[in-house]
């Protein structure tokens, strides 16, 4: 599903990333784990296709991303991978609604699929939202200034999972809630992506969650540069 | 298309900055297309001050003093040309018509100007056109008047209403022509010239009113002088809003009969139509059957036979032996004059110029400030699949659309306030301001703005696209 191999990126002259080998099955639920400063954020725009690495490949989906140019990259990455961020993901003049939808003015596949599935977009944010214990309609018109931490990010993993896309990374998407909230997010993450078959990379610098994951790496025990460093 | 949406949605979330830049763009627009509406309907109407007359003729002197007093009426003219001049002039050869001007009283602010019934026939304004009466006629009485179209709307004028005429420009307080009234026998319509705040009387009333010593005209034989009632003629001075102290200092002029009077006094309630019932003072009794001309006027208005004659005259009466005159050709006059202010409007050109100028770099660096706290909506955007092109179109959409709606809304503004100013301009200035479709210069101006926006757009779109190769999705705020 995934493949490194080799993987170096340095910026500015400075290695950030020296992997050998990472993999990841369809389906997986993998756990990377990292302090802030081990590279984790660069990895991740490196999968998402954001950042080009000097060295070594990157294989999605049985896709060479080296071999697609830049707004190729940016629509393979619309198109297959759903992304969580730590906290505002959302834009803030655009509606619960609208911020969920926004994938599909990116992503015609996933549009497509979405339609598919539910028959509106609107119908499709519904049902992602009550899968995600948000089950409110009055939610989808508001502003999503007007919602909780937690109902931000439930809303943030409705638009990852919009249109069905292979892969959903999320990048210590937690770390604004509280334990409770934590625990359910990450249940229902869970679930959701193991009904609809998407392969999770979470990644955290809270070693604490790790024991959800049946699959764990630690991006400093991976990255060259990060041994080094600690050497 | 959904990125134009999406930059006219983060628009709205900036409410606050997006309506200043808005209105600081339309501001300017508004200023800039003002000023050329403005500049094209003053020149307009400057050129259209008089047309169809060949030369105009005055003594030695500036010729643009001759075409501001006789043309615009402005400034005095203490100069004068010979009466028989003026007639040597009308029967050369190369002289289709010509018409003496004479200027240089006043009522009430407005300008009097004697001439003869062919100023009529041959004055025109514009494209060629000749003035038009807009009520009563034109009589050929040496003591009716014919007033511009504003005169008798400032003044409340109506056909029949006596006026008196002051000597000068009426700043000598007590310098009333009040032996030779006038009847206002017609109205002109409106030409948006200077005939507009004039007024227009006869060669003859003009040299009745400034004959050397009244006491010359005296009684008629068979009249006799008797000093005047003064009661019922205080009855009918008050009418014309005359002062009691400066009636006295012209008593002795005022001979009238007593059966006249009493006449007179019986149709003094404002039955004006039929001025064949006011009864006229001795001296214009006098005047009328003298039917004296002046011996000066200031100005002759020519018309030439043909156009290849101009120049010739013009040099014919330059040199002209008589007396020392001069000619202008009033359509290159007006030009040279024109050119003139023209220097005004260049500095006011480059002044609204900065004014837009100003209004964009507004808007550039409320866009530039605003990039900061738009990295984060630029990562975000980035993560579900938006490319750094897209982030590029963002800044240049709403740098383009702010301009755009600054621009009609300037253009709106505009013309509201054309629409509200054009009544008060035409009745209180006599500048008619035509509401004119824009240009395809003003178009060609507003694309240029337009394009100025996007221009100056490339600098936070550079920016913006920079930040988002680099900071790709990492959320760095």
């Known amino acids: ?231 | 298309m959904a990125i134009l949406s999406l930059a006219f949605k983060s628009l709205l979330n900036r409410k606050l900055t997006f309506f200043i830049t808005l209105f600081s763009i339309a501001i300017s627009v508004t200023l800039l297309l003002g000023v050329q509406t403005l500049k094209t309907e003053t020149n307009n109407s400057f050129l259209k001050s008089i047309s169809g007359t060949d030369l105009i003729v005055g003594s030695r002197g500036a010729s643009s003093q001759l075409l501001l007093s006789t043309v615009f009426h402005i400034g005095n003219t203490p100069n004068t040309i010979e009466y028989k001049t003026y007639k040597k002039l009308s029967e050369a050869p190369a002289v289709d018509w010509a018409v003496p001007i004479s200027l240089g009283d006043s009522h009430k602010g407005y300008t009097v100007m004697g001439t003869d019934l062919s100023f009529y026939d041959h004055f025109s304004y514009a494209n060629k056109q000749k003035l038009r009466v807009q009520s009563g006629s034109i009589d050929e009485d040496i003591f009716a008047i014919v007033i511009g179209s504003e005169v008798a709307k400032k003044l409340n004028y109506k056909i029949g209403d006596r006026v008196i005429v002051t000597h000068g420009g009426g700043e000598i307080e007590g310098h009333h022509h009040d032996n030779i009234p006038f009847y206002i026998s017609a109205i002109l319509a409106p030409s948006f010239t200077a005939i507009d705040q004039t007024l227009i009387v006869s060669l003859e009333a003009m040299a009745a009113m400034h004959t050397d010593n009244h006491d010359h005209f005296g009684a008629l034989p068979g009249e006799t002088i008797l000093p005047s009632d003064h009661d019922g003629h205080a009855a009918h001075e008050s009418h014309e809003d005359h002062d009691h102290e400066e009636h006295v200092a012209h008593e002795s002029h005022e001979d009238h009969d007593h059966d006249d009077h009493a006449a007179h006094e019986a149709h003094d309630d404002h039955d004006h139509t039929a001025h064949s019932a006011h009864q006229d003072t001795q001296d214009q009794r006098v005047a009328r059957l003298l039917k004296v001309k002046p011996e000066k006027i200031n100005a002759v208005f020519i018309g030439l036979t043909s156009p290849q004659a101009i120049l010739g005259m013009q040099s014919y009466i330059n040199n002209f032996k008589e007396e020392p005159l001069s000619a202008i050709i009033p359509s290159i006059a007006l030009q040279e004059l024109w050119e003139f202010f023209s220097l005004a409007e260049v500095a006011l050109n480059i002044v609204t110029v900065f004014v837009v100028l100003v209004g964009l770099l507004g808007m550039l660096s409320i866009i530039l400030m605003s990039l900061n706290e738009r990295r984060r909506e630029m990562a975000i955007l980035r993560s579900v699949g938006a490319r750094p092109g897209h982030i590029f179109g963002l800044i240049i959409g709403e740098a383009g659309f702010v301009c755009l709606s600054g621009i009609l809304l300037g253009v709106a503004l505009l013309y509201i306030l054309l629409a509200i100013l054009q009544a008060p301009l035409a009745a209180h200035f006599g500048f008619y301001l035509d509401i004119n479709m824009l240009t395809s210069y003003d178009l060609g101006i507003l694309a240029i703005i337009q394009l100025s926006a996007l221009v100056i757009a490339l600098i936070p779109g550079w920016l913006i696209y920079k930040y988002s190769l680099s900071d790709g999705m990492s959320i760095k705020f």
């Open chain 1, 1 to 231: 599903m995934i493949n490194l191999s080799n993987l170096r990126f340095a910026w500015q002259k400075e290695a950030i990333i020296d992997i050998s080998s990472l993999n990841v099955k369809k389906g997986q639920h993998l756990f990377i784990q990292g302090p802030s400063g081990s590279g984790k954020s660069t990895l991740l725009n490196l999968l998402g296709g954001v950042l080009t690495p000097q060295s070594g490949d990157i294989e999605i989906l049985g896709q060479q991303l080296d071999e697609l140019s830049a707004s190729q990259k940016d629509s393979f990455r619309a198109n297959h991978i759903g992304f969580i961020f730590q906290q505002f993901n959302l834009i803030p003049y655009l509606s619960v609604i609208d911020n969920i939808t926004l994938p599909c003015t990116f992503s015609a596949p996933r549009k497509a699929k979405a339609l598919k599935r539910s028959g509106s977009l609107e119908k499709e944010a519904t049902r992602l939202l009550a899968a995600l214990g948000l089950d409110d309609a009055d939610l989808l018109k508001r502003s999503v200034n007007e919602l909780s931490v937690g109902q931000q990010q439930r809303v943030a993993a409705a638009r990852a999972m919009l249109g069905s896309p292979e892969i959903i990374i999320a990048d210590e998407p937690t770390s604004a809630l509280d334990n409770d909230h934590r625990q359910a997010f990450i249940k229902i993450l869970f679930e959701e992506c193991q009904k609809e078959e998407i392969t999770l990379i979470f990644v955290s610098h809270d070693s604490t969650l790790k024991d959800n994951f049946t699959h764990q790496v630690n991006l400093q025990d991976i990255n060259q540069v990060a041994i080094k460093e600690t050497l």
